[in-house]
């Protein structure tokens, strides 16, 4: 664990993520709650046709910004795949862009991040496969949840390869 503005976190590539905050931590800053809310503010009015005049709003200057902002577009393209493209297409230009940060003599880059926060979604969506199909195997009846974390698994699928091919362009 490391310590950061009096506060434990884990390390930022295994940093666990506040999912509705959108920022690492239960005891974030006022400062870095409010940048991450803003964040999501610029993440809900994105569209192609405000894309370049939002993306230059985006303020990231440390790296538990970047953790939160990756985790928020993540978690976004994963709820909105209708607009996964777009997404795709900020972290394409956000890791272009953003510069790497050095955290307790850790590099963080938004690649680094969102490669790991994509390894992390495989992980779990194959486990619940796994889970599920044994339940199947026992003769048990799975719950409409269970296939629809399944369906879910392979959309989830598509998104996140799309995700890391983009960042892979630059």
Not at 107 to 133: D, G, H, M, P, Y
């Amino acid at each position: 664990m490391h310590q950061a503005q009096g506060h434990s976190y884990a390390t930022p590539m295994g940093a666990q993520i506040h999912s509705q905050l959108g920022c690492v931590g239960v005891g974030e800053s006022l400062e870095e709650q409010a940048k991450q809310r803003k964040f999501k503010v610029i993440l809900n009015k994105l569209t192609p046709q405000n894309f370049k005049k939002l993306l230059e709003q985006v303020n990231i200057d440390n790296a538990v910004t970047l953790i939160g902002v990756v985790s928020q577009i993540f978690d976004k393209a994963l709820k909105e795949p209708t607009f996964v493209e777009m997404y795709a297409d900020l972290c394409f230009h956000l890791s272009g862009t953003l510069p790497d940060f050095n955290w307790n003599g850790e590099e963080i880059t938004f690649k680094r991040l969102l490669i790991n926060k994509c390894q992390e979604e495989f992980e779990r969506v194959e486990k619940e496969e796994e889970e599920a199909s044994r339940v199947s195997e026992e003769g048990q009846t799975e719950k409409k949840g269970k296939r629809k974390d399944s369906m879910f698994g392979g959309e989830c699928y598509v998104i996140l390869d799309l995700l890391v091919s983009y960042t892979r362009k630059g």
